[in-house]
């Protein structure tokens, strides 16, 4: 069970990796040629160093790392946020990389003369920059170029079939709250994040247009203001969290005066990687642009 949920807590990581929004990486010491011992201290970032093939090198992660399955059988060295120092340092890492919004955790390693590799994962830009920033500290050059072309591949398969299509109003929701008739306390994504650079590249636009908020909580007044086209609720493992999607779509059913529930353009985002901003957040892409442009034929079904 993904200990990543329930939103709350995605909420509090998702904050946290939007303060930063700089893609310069950060380097305290100078990791060794061929990092042997590597800790990784977020889920997106555990899931870039597998998918550059350092099955072998990562010897610890977070407790709410779980992707790919054998990162279960590793050591846990505590949570995004609050990393336990004393475990990492007796795993004897040759270095650890994390998130660059986490500087306490970086001067508490430096002081240790641990080296560490610090990067952002706050958008697609940051998630590609990082894939090849820790590709060439791990001298897995060869693999991030790979991966890299495989992400482009999906972003212009997608950018070439709504290159020429209107862009209707998106809204992407990650958390509300539950157990009452009415959605409310409705979180979603705003101007800074990775959903959305998806919604954009899936041919899109961003129902909220503010620019000063990261992470928007609206009303349901706010809602009926902005009036999306197309609602993408984003609830993953719903199944493993006693969550009712049922009544989650009776809660949005009752705002019948938005264009996207008048319109049955509500749709529950259910993949268990849609949370994570790792490479398989770029698989989100395709399958929004099925909902965002349902008109368009596909060729294949979205995976």
């Known amino acids: 069970m993904r200990q990543f949920w329930p939103l709350i807590l995605f909420l509090v990581i998702f904050l946290v990796a939007l303060f930063g929004l700089n893609n310069a990486p950060v380097t305290k010491k100078s990791p060794p040629i061929m990092p042997q011992r590597i800790i990784t201290l977020s889920p997106s970032i555990t899931e870039i160093a597998f998918a550059l093939g350092l099955d072998d090198e990562v010897v610890a992660v977070t407790r709410y790392c779980d992707y790919p399955a054998k990162v ?40 240790l003369n641990i080296p560490t590799l610090a990067v952002y994962t706050t958008n697609l830009s940051d998630i590609k920059d990082s894939i090849k920033i820790i590709g060439d500290a791990t001298q897995h050059q060869q693999q991030a170029q790979t991966l890299l ?30 157990g009452s008739e009415h959605v409310k306390n409705i979180y ?19 129902a909220y247009q503010g620019k000063h908020l990261k992470v928007p909580s609206l009303s349901i007044e706010g809602i009926m203001q902005i009036n999306p086209d197309v609602i993408l609720d ?49 698989k989100l892409l395709n399958k ?8 368009l034929e596909w060729d294949e079904p979205a995976q």
Not at 84 to 92: C, F, G, T
Not at 149 to 168: G, M, N
Not at 256 to 264: D, E, G, L, T
């Open 72 to 111: 279960n059988s590793l050591p846990k060295v505590g949570g995004f946020v609050d990393p336990n120092i004393e475990a990492i340092v007796a795993l004897q890492p040759d270095l650890v990389i994390l998130g660059a919004t986490r500087q306490y955790t970086v001067d508490q390693l430096q002081q």
């Open 288 to 295: 929004m642009a099925r909902l965002i442009h349902p008109e």
């Open 188 to 206: 979603i994504a705003g101007q800074h994040d990775f959903y959305n650079d998806l919604i954009l590249l899936a041919g899109g636009k961003n």
């Open 234 to 282: 984003v609830f993953p493992e719903a199944s493993d969290h006693d969550a009712d999607l049922s009544q989650v779509k009776r809660q949005w059913q009752s705002l019948k005066h938005v264009n996207a529930i008048k319109n049955n353009r509500f749709h529950i985002i259910e993949e268990n990687y849609a949370t994570i901003p790792g490479p398989r957040i770029f």
């Open 149 to 178: 072309a495989h992400i482009e591949q999906q972003i212009s398969d997608v950018a070439d079939k709504v290159s020429t299509l209107s862009r209707p109003k998106v809204m992407v929701t990650m958390g509300h709250s539950m």
